[in-house]
């Protein structure tokens, strides 16, 4: 970073997002006034307007929510990111130090952030390619050469995914579930079968949000939370059991094979 870059921000930062006014208490949304001119916008509204700079309609923030709440909203503090906030709850942690360790943790490699996101860039790859004139299964089996595997396809647990019915059900109950992405989510399913790969709920989410238009740098940031009412649930439930009580193990249930025990 140059100096020149620096002092061009000093006391300075140019921004289309909004500002607040100390002088008057007028708070600036997008070139709106936030407090007088935004009333109707919901949270899920105000957060998606913040991020992309466009509004979106009651069916695809109705999507939104409903996608956050059928695939990553599980209470049940076995799962990873779950259990670090429900540990925390256990400890007697507070709740904001819980929830921003779990929400961290939420961006691993096999589960949660980088799959979702993974998914994501390889579908907007792959209509790219099949638009430039390249068979999908082309496509698809190179995928599989350079990185052994593709995002969203392939499920260590189950190899049937439980969400998948449910979301597309209620994708198409709101109008919101032809579009080109997800065509061509069913599509990659297909042609993965025949290596015993099936699709799970990360390629799903990520095709019916790429059809509202939303792109990967967009995506990155709003799937962020989306595990939030999960964490939250499992770190409350938490908190209400006796102090450092999850999944507690004896030292003797442990089949230790190393050093001996020693005198320090």
Avoid at 89 to 102: F, I, K, Q
Avoid at 156 to 169: G, K, N, W
Avoid at 180 to 186: E, P
Wanted: proline residues 5%; glycine residues 10%; hydrophobic residues 40%.
């Amino acid at each position: 970073m140059s100096n020149k870059a620096l002092f061009e921000y000093e006391d300075h930062w140019p921004t289309e997002l909004g500002a607040v006014s100390v002088a008057d208490g007028t708070v600036t949304f997008r070139g709106h006034d936030l407090l007088n001119a935004l009333e109707d916008l919901s949270w899920m509204d105000l957060l998606m307007y913040g991020i992309t700079g466009r509004r979106f309609s009651p069916a695809q923030l109705e999507l939104i929510q409903g996608l956050w709440k059928i695939s990553v909203s599980y209470p049940d503090p076995r799962i990873w990111n779950n259990r670090v906030a429900a540990l925390g709850g256990s400890v007697r942690s507070t709740p904001g130090l819980s929830l921003g360790a779990a929400i961290a943790v939420t961006d691993a490699t096999i589960y949660g952030q980088r799959p979702m996101i993974g998914v994501f860039d390889f579908l907007q790859r792959a209509r790219a390619a099949r638009d430039s004139g390249e068979p999908l299964a082309d496509f698809v089996a190179r995928e599989l050469r350079t990185h052994r595997g593709v995002p969203g396809y392939g499920r260590p647990l189950r190899s049937e995914d439980e969400r998948i019915a449910p979301t597309l059900r209620f994708a198409r109950g709101l109008g919101l579930c032809n579009g080109t992405y997800i065509d061509l989510a069913m599509e990659v399913a297909d042609t993965l079968k025949r290596y015993r790969m099936g699709m799970n709920i990360a390629a799903i989410n990520a095709a019916l949000i790429a059809d509202q238009g939303v792109t990967v740098a967009e995506y990155k940031r709003m799937a962020v939370l989306a595990f939030s009412a999960g964490l939250i649930h499992c770190e409350f439930d938490a908190a209400s059991h006796p102090e450092g009580t999850l999944f507690p193990l004896r030292c003797d249930r442990i089949k230790y094979d190393g050093l001996p025990h020693r005198a320090w």
